[in-house]
Antibody, heavy 114, light 108 residues
Framework: QLQLQESGPGLVKPSETLSLTCTVSGDSISSSTYYWGWIRQSPGKGLEWIGSIYHSGSAYYNPSLKSRVTISVDTSKNQFSLRMTSVTAADTAVYYC??????WGQGTLVTVSS | ENVLTQSPGTLSLSPGERATLSCRASQSVNWSYLAWFQQKPGQAPRLLITGASHRATGIPDRFSGSGSGTDFTLTISRLEAEDFAVYYCQQYGSFPFTFGPGTKVDIK
């Protein structure tokens, strides 16, 4: 059964870098035909697509976040990762990883605060 | 960017009633790659529909999706207590993928 699990710090200081990893079990990123992505949801708000990556390493990003976001993939570990630089309080959100569109992790809350 | 608009913003209905939710795209959605999600407070979104009309595994048949091009609809034939939630559409036919702002279905 496919499972995705987000991991990473729950608290990040303003201006620092947010780093999250998604570990996939039940599917192989390297042989999958799906894109693997990150989505976030700020408190009380809707869903915001951050970006996606293919096993080849081709990545696509939300234009509003593109300058601060990098998504990478490690097929040897069956993981993909999110890196977001220069975070502010506006980046406080639940971050989800997903095999798009059909399988999501449970999400992890990241709070940006000093 | 393919902007999705959902209407209405809130739908107030009683159990047993029919719910019709709309998702309109600013550009044609390639291959009808349109998904619908249900989200309850404190929970991750739950996939209901992919490809505009294909129910995900385990989704009751009271949920149905339809549409193509720029206009899509999610219909819940008879609302049950557990269906009161927020519903989002997402297009995954072109990058950047985008979500609609959501429709809240609440109890009248």
């Amino acid at each position: 059964q496919l499972q995705l699990q987000e991991s990473g710090p729950g608290l990040v200081k303003p201006s620092e870098t947010l780093s999250l990893t998604c570990t996939v079990s039940g599917d192989s990123i390297s042989s999958s035909t799906y894109y693997w992505g990150w989505i976030r949801q700020s408190p009380g708000k809707g869903l915001e697509w951050i970006g996606s990556i293919y096993h080849s390493g081709s990545a696509y990003y939300n234009p509003s976040l593109k300058s601060r976001v990098t998504i990478s993939v490690d097929t040897s570990k069956n993981q993909f990762s999110l890196r977001m630089t220069s975070v502010t309080a506006a980046d406080t959100a639940v971050y989800y990883c997903a095999r798009e569109p059909d399988a999501w992790g449970q999400g992890t809350l990241v709070t940006v605060s000093s | 960017e393919n902007v999705l608009t959902q209407s209405p913003g809130t739908l107030s209905l009683s159990p047993g009633e029919r719910a019709t939710l709309s998702c309109r795209a600013s550009q044609s959605v390639n291959w009808s790659y349109l998904a619908w999600f249900q989200q309850k407070p404190g929970q991750a979104p739950r996939l209901l529909i992919t490809g505009a009309s294909h129910r995900a595994t385990g989704i009751p048949d009271r949920f149905s999706g339809s549409g193509s091009g720029t206009d899509f609809t999610l219909t819940i034939s008879r609302l049950e207590a557990e269906d009161f939630a927020v519903y989002y559409c997402q297009q995954y036919g072109s990058f950047p993928f985008t979500f609609g702002p959501g429709t809240k279905v609440d109890i009248k």
